[in-house]
């Protein structure tokens, strides 16, 4: 399974971004082979529309949850059609953190069903 975490540079060490549609990067970590993979987010200069052309990006590489700040109704409706689950990134600071946190069942899952101006926490 791999997971993607929103970043502000490469790899396990990167800071997280508080951005989801517009953040720099995602940080792809595959859970079994523990292989790590940086993608730009192209979708980022996106007039309107980059958190689902973000999750676009995502499913193209296979991505299964993404650890995200919030997401917007755009990007739920994306993350629904492609059955990608959204966890609250929480307090994590680095990729690295985030990915212990999820492994350890410590983040929320999103629902994903739209509320004013995103996901509302299950």
């Known amino acids: 399974m791999k997971i993607a975490v929103c970043a502000k540079g490469e790899g396990l060490k990167a800071l997280v971004d508080e951005r989801f549609g517009r953040t720099d990067q995602f940080v792809i970590f ?13 979708a980022k200069n996106a007039g309107v529309g980059a958190g689902g052309q973000a999750v676009r990006i995502l499913n193209e ?36 953190e985030a990915i212990k946190k999820y492994e350890s069942k410590d983040l929320k899952e999103f629902e994903l069903n739209v509320v004013k101006g995103g996901l509302r926490r299950v």
């Open 61 to 96: 590489e296979n991505v299964e949850v993404v650890i995200v700040p919030e997401v917007g109704p755009k990007a739920v409706d994306a993350l629904k059609a492609f059955e990608i689950k959204a966890y609250r990134l929480g307090e994590s600071k680095t990729v690295e």
């Open 30 to 42: 595959d859970m079994e082979t523990k292989e790590v993979k940086t993608v730009e987010n192209s």
